[in-house]
């Protein structure tokens, strides 16, 4: 089994601060990486995805990748309150007949006010 | 409005009594999956369905059932629920691939007694 390893938490950050949060995956030939935010009692949504190494940029939201060290990180500019959720790593991983989505347990963050 | 749902939002059962979940998407997506998710252990996959009349098991397939016999709709049976299914379950779909976004339902909280 293929495993997404994310710190529990909870990272606590004061708002107007950069959260980073971090996830490590086992499965060298990855190619397709996810960052969903849950809320509470909520369904996942997706924030990010990230295919190629480096850094993608979406508004206050940074997806960085190192295959060779198989990481794969999420930055938060200017955190808010708002952002308060769990945050889920998520890599599809080959089967034999398709692919399938191996999740994190997830980083929960906490932005004081 | 583009969307999976899922019913009933929330079950509690007794042990023994069978139950469905339904899961219905209108993307016209091929991929469909189900997913339980416990505290610490993130979400896990139960079963998924490539297409129509095609489906396999997850890392957690025991005691549950599904079918795809239309491509929206990928209904989740629980023949004889047990006390260790009490979960919150997710229904997810997509067009097929790897690099793709999996869309969530609500969820469903389900109760075992």
Redesign the interface.
């Given at each position: 089994q293929k495993e997404v390893e994310q710190n529990s938490g909870p990272l606590s950050v004061p708002e107007g601060a950069i959260a980073s949060l971090n996830c490590t995956y086992s499965d060298r030939g990855s190619q397709s990486f996810f960052w969903y935010r849950q809320y509470s009692g909520k369904s996942p949504e997706l924030i990010m995805s990230i295919y190629s190494n480096g850094d993608k940029e979406d508004g206050r939201f940074t997806a960085q990748l190192n295959k060779a060290s198989q990481y794969v990180s999420l930055l938060i500019r200017d955190s808010q309150p708002s952002d308060s959720a769990t945050y889920l790593c998520a890599v599809n991983e080959k089967t034999d007949s398709s692919y399938k989505l191996i999740f994190g347990s997830g980083t929960r963050l906490l932005v004081r006010p | 409005e583009a969307q999976v749902t899922q019913n009933p939002r929330y079950l509690i059962t007794v042990t023994g009594k069978k139950l469905t979940v339904t899961c219905s998407q209108n993307m016209n997506h091929e991929?469909m999956?189900w997913?339980r998710q416990d505290p610490?252990?993130?979400?896990?996959?139960i079963y998924?369905s490539?297409n129509v009349e095609v489906t396999?098991k997850?890392?957690v397939p025991e005691g549950y059932k599904v079918s795809r016999k239309e491509k929206r709709n990928f209904p989740l049976i629980l023949e004889s629920p047990s006390p260790n299914q009490t979960s919150l379950y997710?229904c997810a779909s997509s067009f097929?691939?790897?690099?793709?976004?999996?869309?969530?339902?609500?969820?469903t909280r389900l109760t075992v007694l």
């Open positions: - | 991929y999956s997913y610490g252990l993130g979400l896990r996959q998924y490539m396999d997850g890392d997710f097929g691939g790897e690099a793709v976004t999996q869309y969530f339902g609500p969820g």
